[in-house]
């Protein structure tokens, strides 16, 4: 005879409580969403979400203005929310291995964003207007994505060779 549990990892709802918290490291933890009071933790830097089972994030996300590197990678995100592109302060993002079809616009609002990794999403095209806003980047992995590889969707430049 076999059993079969499911089990649902639900964070604290008291976790919003800890608003002086700077890291967070929510690994592994089967989480199927993360909790909408989120955004009040508005001193949070660094924050890793990775391999979990994410299908989105909240909008609250977009409160945690202090964020400035986001590991989300091995989850099955489809999209960002719009708010997404608030987050001024973001300079490393990594999105790997989720269900990503296209690179959400609201990436190219993220102004400090120097790495970018979007490695084994479905993503197909590169959008020209997301290269002309990917200026600051220093690093952008697309590998193991299903983008067309023609000369026109590649403009990025890595900054430390231009003159």
């Known amino acids: ?22 890291q967070l490291w929510l690994i592994d933890l089967q989480l199927d969403t993360l ?21 989105f994030l909240p909008v609250t996300f977009a409160d945690l203005v202090s964020l400035q590197w986001l590991h989300l990678a091995d989850n099955c995100i489809t999209e960002l929310p719009d708010s997404f592109g608030t987050l001024k302060h973001l300079a490393f993002l990594n999105l790997d ?17 120097s790495s970018l990794s979007l490695r084994k999403n479905r993503i197909r095209k590169l959008p020209d207007q997301l290269v002309e806003a990917f200026t600051g980047l220093n690093k952008l992995d697309l590998r193991d994505t299903q983008i067309d590889s023609s000369p026109e969707q590649w403009k990025v430049v890595d900054s430390r060779y231009s003159h």
Request: glycine share 4%.
């Open 1 to 22: 005879m076999s059993c079969l549990i499911s089990f649902v990892a639900v964070l604290p709802p008291d976790i919003s409580k800890l608003t002086s918290l700077t």
């Open 35 to 55: 909790p909408s009071d989120i955004g009040k933790l508005c001193h949070l830097e660094k924050l890793s979400v990775r391999s979990n089972r994410l299908l």
């Open 97 to 113: 291995s989720n269900r990503l079809t296209s690179i959400p616009e609201c990436l190219g609002q993220l102004a400090s964003l």
